[in-house]
């Protein structure tokens, strides 16, 4: 497969491909009859899938930290390029992204009526900023992508939502804009640093790590990138926004949002809040707070998702809870720990997507997601309450499923120089198993006494073919989550080795990241 790749130079033209097809498919949707844009949209976003897969062989992870990389001048007085590549890290935030967009689709076909081209444009144009933030090595375009995000999401959720769809789609909207604007503020005192020492403007991510900064300037900037990033984690205590979003916005923003959307606070905190600012990233206040945060987040999410009467809503704590492992595995500044971090995003983007997918089933199929009001189901619809079963114990974290190779990494990674929080965040795999297993209970196995669950039909073809990628992806990454980890390793084992967290004081005796200007090669559509 390498061999095929490098003959069709693939490494030359993909990430550009992955970038921008999708506005033109977004183009085709637009001209093409209502009737039809469901259909053009998922064969577009599957088609981009099956493009994507090439990725995997064509990462070496005995290469270059960075591959596929490409930089030319765009905005030449500023300092701007055009600037992509990837690594191990980015590398499976785009196949999650690329994965998620079609089955999320194709489950809307029986849950959008009303608009259609416009809600599969707006997917279309999501698709776009999402792989723009992952692939963006210029940080001016990073900025640019991770904006863009927010205005195809707050129409998806302010337009096609619930009752409360436009409060949950302002409240989405003024939470990350304001987030997004003090970045955007330290992001050009650091461009305005970086200048004077670089002696040229630059917003490239290799040339800024480095800019010598004071361990004052380097906090204050660490906390305008790390406010954005955990207002989009959400991290506690800025995560209200995320459980109305969840609820009012429609089946397939909810799968998006989950899956892929919150994924971007936590890769900006390994992408950019660390290796920019390596001395506040490894103050132990920072630590301490991060920390803090990301277990109180595991355990209160999990208390507040256990008394839940509606099923979205509780999956929509569930989330929280999931990113609060997260961030103790990315601020456990371990190997271990990182993995255990992307491992978690990876789990969660397929299990909680999953879980989304399927309360949309249900609601389809009773317009309620009380979940008093089921019971039974499993009589009626043996194959959906399978789906379910394994969804949610994958959720949990059960060995042998995804969940639990990125959970036991990161509390592995964090117990390694933080036992007492790694201890008090274990504790929220024994709550996730509190709030999840009663509501499966609830829902499957309960009496069957209403009517109308006795009159629920099973799974259909179409909504097969949307779990079942996901099904086997929780079991495989289970049982055999090898390949991923070697893959992801040289991106982790860098971060980690630049911070040093040993204890190196003088910035300037930091190691420098791989990817200086003389190794970039020029590529381009």
């Known amino acids: 497969m390498t061999a095929f790749l490098d003959g069709i130079g693939y490494g030359t033209w993909a990430l550009h491909a992955l970038l921008w097809l999708p506005l033109v498919g977004l183009a085709v949707v637009l001209v093409l009859p209502a009737e039809r844009a469901k259909h053009v949209a998922f064969a577009w976003t599957a088609g981009l ?45 785009i196949l999650l992204t690329t994965l998620t967009m079609p089955l999320a689709i194709l489950g809307s076909f029986q849950y959008i009526r009303e608009r259609e081209k416009a809600f599969y444009a707006l997917m279309l144009l999501l698709q776009t900023g999402i792989v723009g933030v992952f692939v963006s090595m210029d940080l001016f375009l990073f900025y640019v992508f991770f904006e863009l995000t927010l205005v195809p999401m707050y129409f998806i959720v302010g337009v096609w939502g619930g009752e409360r769809r436009i409060y949950a789609a302002v409240k989405f909207f003024l939470y990350t804009a304001l ?8 992001l050009l005192y650091l461009y305005a640093s970086a200048r004077g020492f670089l002696g040229q403007p630059s917003f490239h991510l290799t040339d800024l790590v480095g800019t010598p900064l004071t361990t004052t300037e380097q906090l204050w900037l660490f906390a305008a990138f790390a406010l954005a990033f955990a207002i989009k984690v959400p991290l506690f205590p800025l995560h209200t926004w995320l459980p109305d979003a969840h609820v009012e916005a429609p089946t397939p923003g909810s799968v ?13 905190f390994i992408r ?11 103050h132990p206040g920072v630590i301490g707070l991060m920390m803090t945060l990301g277990v109180v987040g595991i355990i209160y999410a999990a208390w507040v998702a256990a008394v839940q009467p509606d099923a979205k809503k509780l999956v929509a704590y569930t989330s929280v809870a999931h990113m609060g492992f997260v961030i ?10 990182l993995q255990g971090g992307l491992m978690v995003m990876i789990s969660h983007g397929v299990s909680t997507g999953a879980l989304f997918l399927l309360v949309g089933m249900l609601y389809e199929r009773r317009h309620t997601r009380e979940i008093a009001d089921f019971g039974g189901l499993a009589r009626v619809a043996p194959l959906m309450a399978t789906a379910f079963v394994i969804t ?28 007492v929080f790694a201890v008090f965040a274990t504790t929220g795999v024994i709550f996730a198993a509190y709030y999840m297993l009663p509501m499966v209970q609830r829902i499957l196995f309960n009496r069957l006494e209403d009517p109308e669950n006795r009159a629920i039909p099973d799974l259909s073809r179409r909504e097969l073919v949307v779990l079942g990628p996901l099904l086997f992806l929780m079991i495989a990454l289970g049982v055999s989550p090898g390949p991923v980890l070697e893959r992801m390793e040289p991106g982790v084992q860098a971060v980690v080795e630049y911070l040093d967290v040993e204890g190196v004081e003088d910035t300037a005796a930091r190691p420098v990241l791989p990817l200086d200007d003389g190794d970039v090669t020029e590529t381009g559509p």
């Open 49 to 93: 899938f099956v493009l994507s897969v090439g990725l995997w062989w064509a990462f070496d992870p005995s290469g270059e930290l960075f591959q596929l990389v490409t930089r030319r001048e765009w905005i030449a007085v500023w300092g701007v390029s055009y600037a992509l590549g990837i690594d191990g890290i980015s590398l499976f935030m």
């Open 272 to 282: 950019f809040a660390l290796p920019l600012f390596p001395e506040a990233a490894t």
């Open 328 to 337: 103790i595995g990315i601020f456990a500044l371990t190997v271990n720990g």
């Open 256 to 268: 998006v949002l989950a899956a892929v959307l919150l994924k971007m606070g936590t890769y900006g």
């Open 179 to 186: 987030g997004s604007l003090l970045m955007l503020v330290g």
């Open 392 to 419: 949610a114990l994958s959720s949990i974290g059960l060995p042998g499923t995804s969940g639990f190779v990125g959970e036991f990494l990161a509390l592995l990674g964090t117990f390694e120089r933080f036992p």
